[in-house]
């Protein structure tokens, strides 16, 4: 398994309040990714990261801001959370070694905003 | 999603049948990768076929892919209980961005 560590694996939170999600790797990887995962919209894309201090918007961005300070560190904030917010966010790592690009997925960070 | 669908939504078949699910985008692709997804865990990648290639085997696998009709398939022969899953394509895009649809979820029958 990819060394992937997201925190906290589950959350609960109230409307209005900040959040912020973490996540950790070991593979010295250059791309980090945030997806929120809901019934009947699949997958999405909210932020990547193609290096240290460089992030780019992906498809469901609004609401959300990311960080990456380091090359293994990846945060994702909600700065005042919203029940629309209530989700599964996984981050993922990738990177191009002769095999070509794939992504590996931590194991999800359950968020609950009541 | 902006960036295209699986189909179908829902598969259910009898253990030992093939399973086909397709996949299909709209902007160009650098590749197209599928991958597999157990209830309440992450996606594990299956393979990947590159945008000049039209086919590729992996094991009880074999994808497809028609550039012309921005289209992909991936068959499963000979399918198992085990195989019970969520299965979504990523279109990989330049600058290294993937994204995924929403997925066919494949119920294999004992």
């Known amino acids: 398994d990819a060394g992937i560590t997201q925190s906290p694996r589950h959350k609960v939170t109230e409307t209005g309040t900040p959040v912020t999600l973490r996540c950790h790797q070991t593979?010295?990887?250059?791309?980090m990714y945030w997806y929120r995962q809901d019934p009947g919209h699949g997958l999405r894309l909210i932020h990547y990261?193609?290096?240290?201090?460089?992030?780019d918007k992906g498809e469901v961005s609004d609401g959300y801001s990311v960080s990456r300070s380091k090359t293994e560190d990846f945060l994702l904030t909600l700065e005042s959370a919203t029940s629309s917010q209530t989700s599964v966010y996984f981050c993922?790592?990738?990177?191009?070694?002769?095999?070509?690009?794939?992504?590996?997925f931590g194991e999800g960070s359950w968020l609950t905003v009541v | 999603s902006q960036q295209g669908e699986e189909d179908p939504q829902a598969l259910s078949i009898q253990e030992g049948e093939n399973a086909t699910m397709n996949c299909s985008y709209k902007?160009?692709?650098?590749?197209l990768q599928w991958y597999r997804q157990n209830s309440g865990r992450g996606l594990v990648h299956l393979i990947l076929?590159?945008?000049?290639?039209r086919e590729k085997h992996s094991g009880r696998l074999r994808v497809t892919l028609d550039t012309s009709k921005k289209s992909s398939s991936l068959l499963i022969t000979a399918s198992r209980a085990a195989d019970t899953a969520s299965y979504f394509c990523?279109?990989?895009?330049?600058?290294?961005?993937?994204?995924f649809g929403t997925g066919t979820s494949l119920t294999v029958i004992p």
């Open positions: 990261s193609y290096g240290v201090k460089d992030t």
């Open positions: 593979e010295n990887h250059r791309y």
């Open positions: 990523a279109r990989v895009q330049a600058g290294n961005q993937f994204y």
């Open positions: 076929i590159r945008s000049n290639e």
């Open positions: 902007t160009s692709i650098n590749n």
């Open positions: 993922a790592i990738s990177e191009f070694d002769f095999k070509g690009n794939t992504i590996y």
